[in-house]
């Protein structure tokens, strides 16, 4: 009989001695020495600046060089990121049934609660982390899916989705700026179906040999991020390195739907998640995702020559998630150098 899901969720069973070896990574892909630098190298842009210039030029050589930033004095009130911060720790927190119950309300499952990955039946190895995960537009339509414990959920997590949408058009403005497209580019379509993500990843007693998310680039435009402890790292040149937990910065990250529409100006970066054996880590990701039916291709302006082919958002999201979120297989599906 299949094991009921609120009892395959890491958060059920955390407090074991070892790492199940179902959840064992092989050594290539394992966090091995878990003495990565938290690297401070990732730029953080102070949103608040009056030197519009500058901050369009911070932005764009952190999306060129990284593909990752960190944005402070972004606008959005503090106090609803740590109420936010708060609600989600408490959803994850609850009772394992209440959890399950409050994350099966959408017959469609576009709001659901999972582990490890939407994958697990199939996947070779599992991921130490639960999601809780719906779609952030339009309310109307989803918030009747949302959880209701705990009780406060849909009035703080609508607050800040608004909030946070808002925040998104100012970031994306800013890299339309960089990139010399117009700053309506990304007013339609390209930004009609964001989603919310909360990661959830318990103290694990071995982190060298679990991962609470394997390396991978978001399918995304850009990706905003809360989160309240260490534990992401990106890779680069080679070499992996943390990034710092900045008290109420959103981390922001470029995804491949933004490497296309830059064509390859702006560089999506591969990130993992590794776990700790302290603390329980909780994240807020909003994916800014194009509707389904949204052409994405290099913006024409960049296109000396086109490096992407062009393709419907649900094309390459099919595509990227038939090729478990691989680099190369996504990129050659992509490319058109190998078609
Ligand atoms: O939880 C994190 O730090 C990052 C999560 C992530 O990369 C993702 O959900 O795609
Ligand atoms: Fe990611």
């Not at 990574?25 to 020495?33: L, T, V």
């Not at 996947?123 to 959880?147: A, C, I, K, N, S």
Request: net charge neutral.
């Amino acid at each position: 009989m299949e094991t009921l899901l609120d009892q395959k969720l890491v958060s059920s069973w955390f407090d074991v001695q070892s790492v199940p070896q179902t959840y064992v990574h092989p050594p290539e892909k394992r966090p091995g020495k878990l003495n990565v630098p938290l690297c401070n190298n990732i730029p953080v842009v102070d949103l608040g600046s009056h030197d519009r210039r500058d901050t369009i030029h911070r932005i764009s050589k952190a999306s060129e060089e990284f593909g990752f930033f960190q944005v402070i004095n972004h606008g959005v009130p503090i106090k609803l990121v740590d109420d936010t911060m708060s609600v989600f720790k408490e959803f994850h927190a609850l009772p394992q049934k209440d959890k399950a119950i409050e994350g099966s309300k959408d017959p469609s499952r576009s709001c659901k609660l999972y582990t490890s990955s939407e994958n697990y039946a199939n996947e070779e190895v599992h991921y130490w982390r639960d999601v809780l995960t719906h779609p952030g537009h339009p309310f109307e339509h989803y918030m009747q899916f949302w959880p209701e414990k705990p009780t406060r959920y849909r009035e703080v997590v609508k607050a800040y989705l608004e909030e946070v949408r808002n925040l998104s058009y100012v970031i994306l403005e800013l890299l339309a700026e960089g990139l010399g497209i117009g700053t309506e580019f990304f007013c339609g379509g390209l930004t009609e179906s964001p989603v919310l993500l909360s990661n959830h990843y318990p103290p694990c007693p071995d982190p060298s040999l679990a991962l609470g998310l394997t390396k991978h680039c978001d399918p995304t435009l850009i990706t905003i991020l809360l989160q309240d402890a260490d534990g992401l790292q990106v890779f680069k040149d080679g070499n992996w390195i943390g990034v710092e937990p900045v008290p109420s910065a959103f981390v922001v990250n470029i995804g491949y739907v933004l490497q296309m529409i830059s064509n390859s100006k702006f560089k999506g970066a591969e990130h993992r998640v590794v776990t700790n054996s302290r603390v329980a880590r909780t994240t807020i990701a909003y994916f800014i995702h194009p509707s389904n039916e949204s052409l994405i291709a290099p913006a024409k302006a960049l296109c000396n020559p086109p490096l992407y082919r062009s393709m419907k958002f649900k094309e390459f999201l099919r595509n990227f998630k038939s090729k478990a979120a691989n680099a190369e297989a996504v990129l050659k599906v992509i490319s058109l150098s190998s078609s």
